[in-house]
C-alpha cells in the first residue's frame, strides 16, 4: 500500500488566498488609508514594479543572451548586445522618467545625477538605485538583485539637483530591493512594516508572501568575506574569531556568504545574522555604497526590528556628500550587531 503523504506542498499565494494580495492591491489600499495622498507615490511604485518584471524577465534568458552575445555585439534580432547590468540601468530609467513623478535619479551605473528629459514633468520624489547589485553572480547562475530607495524632493519645482541626492537615510519616504533566485520577490517598506511579495510568473504579478517579515533579535548566522581577513583591522578579526568559535554561551556561528548584498540581506532579514562589510587596507572607506546599497538596506532591516550601523554611527543617520560615497556596513539582528560594534570599538 503506498505511504500516506503527509508533507504539505505550499501551492502558491494565489491558491492560499483566493483572491491573492497583489503588490498592486497593496500599493492601492495603502494610498486609500492615506486621504492626503495624490497617487505619485503609487505611481512612481507601479513603475518600480513594471521596471523589476522587465530586468527579471531577462534575467532568468541571461544564458541564452550570453549565447546569442558571443556571435558579435549585435543579436539575431540586430540589437545591441547590453551587459545586463547597462540594461537594468536603462529599464529603470526610460520606465520612471516617463511618469512625471520623479525630479532626479542617482544610479550605480551613472557617474552624474540623472536628470529628467524636459517633455516629461517633473515629478516630487527622488529615486536613487543599484540595477544590478552583485552582478558578478550573473554567469554562475546565483541570485542577484535591484535595491531602490525613494526620497521626496527638497528642491523648488523644476529640474531636480544633488540636494535632492544628497539626504539623509533617515528620510527616506520608502525603500525595497527585488531579488532575482530560485523565485524574484520584491520586499519593499515606507518605514512601518516590512512586506514581501513573490512573483507568479504565469499571472505576470507579485503577490504578498511575507507580510510584516520581523528579523530575529539574535540569529546564527554572520556573512563577510572572510578572504579579506588579513587586509581587516585587529577589532573585525577578532569578531570574526569570536563569532565561529563555539563557548559556555553560544554555538559557533555559521557563515554564508553570497557576494550580492541584496541576497545576503534577504536571507538576514528572514534569518537573522548579521552581514558585514567592513573597511579593510584596500577599501578604506567600506566597499559598498551609502546612497543605493547601504541606505536603503538600512531603512529596511531598521524597520523589521533590526540594526544598521557603519561601525560608529546609525546608517540612517549619516549625511551623504558624494553621490557614489561609500560606507562600511554591519546590518543585521540587534543583538548580533551590537556584539560586532562591541569588538571593533574595543
Ligand atoms: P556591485 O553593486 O558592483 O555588484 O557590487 C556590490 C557587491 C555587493 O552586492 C556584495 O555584497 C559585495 O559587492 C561583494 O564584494 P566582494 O566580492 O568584495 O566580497
Ligand atoms: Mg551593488
Avoid at 512625471?100 to 545625477?113: D, K, Q
Avoid at 529628467?116 to 536613487?128: A, D, E, F, N, R
Wanted: proline share 5%; with cysteine.
Amino acid at each position: 500500500m503506498p505511504r500516506a503523504m503527509t508533507r504539505t506542498v505550499s501551492i502558491g499565494p494565489v491558491e492560499d488566498t483566493p483572491l491573492g494580495m497583489t503588490l498592486e492591491r497593496h500599493l492601492l489600499d495603502r494610498q486609500r488609508r492615506m486621504p492626503e495622498a495624490t497617487g505619485d507615490f503609487t505611481g512612481l511604485f507601479q513603475q518600480i514594479m513594471l521596471a523589476a518584471k522587465i530586468i527579471g524577465s531577462r534575467v532568468s534568458k541571461a544564458g541564452l543572451s550570453d549565447i546569442l552575445g558571443r556571435t558579435g555585439t549585435t543579436n539575431v534580432q540586430g540589437e545591441q548586445v547590453q551587459k545586463l547590468d547597462e540594461f537594468a540601468n536603462t529599464v529603470i530609467v526610460q520606465t520612471v522618467e516617463a511618469g512625471g513623478h520623479v525630479c532626479v535619479m542617482g544610479s550605480e551605473e551613472v557617474e552624474n545625477p540623472i536628470t529628467i528629459p524636459s517633455q516629461y514633468p517633473q515629478g516630487k520624489y527622488v529615486l536613487q538605485f543599484d540595477p544590478l547589485d552583485g552582478s558578478g553572480n550573473i554567469d554562475i547562475n546565483a541570485s542577484i538583485g535591484t535595491i531602490f530607495s525613494i526620497h521626496r524632493r527638497v528642491t523648488p519645482p523644476g529640474q531636480g539637483s544633488m540636494k535632492d541626492l544628497l539626504q539623509k537615510g533617515s528620510e527616506i519616504v520608502a525603500a525595497g530591493y527585488v531579488i532575482y533566485g530560485s523565485s524574484n520577490m520584491l520586499v519593499y517598506s515606507t518605514g512601518d512594516q516590512v512586506d514581501g511579495f513573490t512573483y507568479d510568473p504565469g499571472v505576470g504579478e507579485f503577490f504578498l508572501s511575507h507580510p510584516d517579515i520581523r528579523i530575529p533579535q539574535r540569529g546564527g548566522i554572520y556573512s563577510i568575506n572572510e578572504g579579506n581577513y588579513h587586509n581587516w583591522s585587529e577589532g573585525t578579526q577578532k569578531w570574526v574569531d569570536w563569532i565561529k568559535t563555539p563557548d559556555e554561551n553560544k554555538k559557533a556561528y555559521r557563515l554564508r556568504y553570497i557576494g550580492a548584498m541584496v541576497a545576503d540581506i534577504h536571507r538576514t532579514l528572514l534569518r537573522g545574522g548579521i552581514f558585514v562589510y567592513p573597511r579593510d587596507v584596500k577599501n578604506k572607506k567600506g566597499k559598498l555604497r551609502l546612497l543605493y546599497e547601504a541606505s536603503p538596506m538600512a531603512f529596511l532591516v531598521e524597520a523589521a526590528g533590526g540594526a544598521a550601523s557603519d561601525g560608529k554611527n546609525r546608517i540612517l543617520d549619516i549625511q551623504p556628500t558624494e553621490l557614489h560615497q561609500r560606507t562600511p556596513v554591519f546590518i543585521g539582528s540587534p543583538d548580533d550587531v551590537a556584539d560586532a560594534l562591541r569588538f571593533v570599538n574595543a
